[in-house]
């Protein structure tokens, strides 16, 4: 069973930063593809970020510049260093991993940011 975990979500002015971690345990031989997604309620669940096994990465354009996402391969971990944040970066963000031919997903950290 894998399980991931992710801390750091809260509330922030407009302009300010946070740092999402998200921290995969469990039976894991290696993860490949990780990455972050956000989903309001009124909208579908949205690719923000995700990097490789070796370290590529892809974000959204409205993200690209001011969100960086790394990896810790030997913690098993992901994050999200978001700079500059905006009203509309307000969502949940959701973990996801994938971990041989299964994916997975956390449990989502509230991100409010007010203007």
């Known amino acids: 069973q894998v399980q991931l975990v992710e801390s750091g979500g809260g509330l922030v002015q407009a302009g300010g930063s946070l740092r999402l971690s998200c921290a995969a345990s469990?039976?894991?031989?290696?993860?490949?593809?990780m990455g972050w997604y956000r989903q309001t309620p009124r909208a579908q669940r949205e690719l923000v970020a995700i990097i490789s096994g070796g370290g590529s990465t892809n974000y959204a354009d409205s993200v690209k510049g001011r969100f960086t996402i790394s990896r810790d391969n030997a913690k098993n971990t992901v994050y999200l260093q978001m700079n500059s944040l905006k009203a509309e970066d307000t969502s949940v963000y959701y973990c996801?991993?994938?971990?041989?031919?299964?994916?997975?997903w956390g449990q989502g950290t509230q991100v409010t940011v007010s203007s």
């Open positions: 469990g039976s894991i031989s290696s993860i490949n593809v």
């Open positions: 996801n991993a994938h971990i041989g031919w299964r994916e997975y």
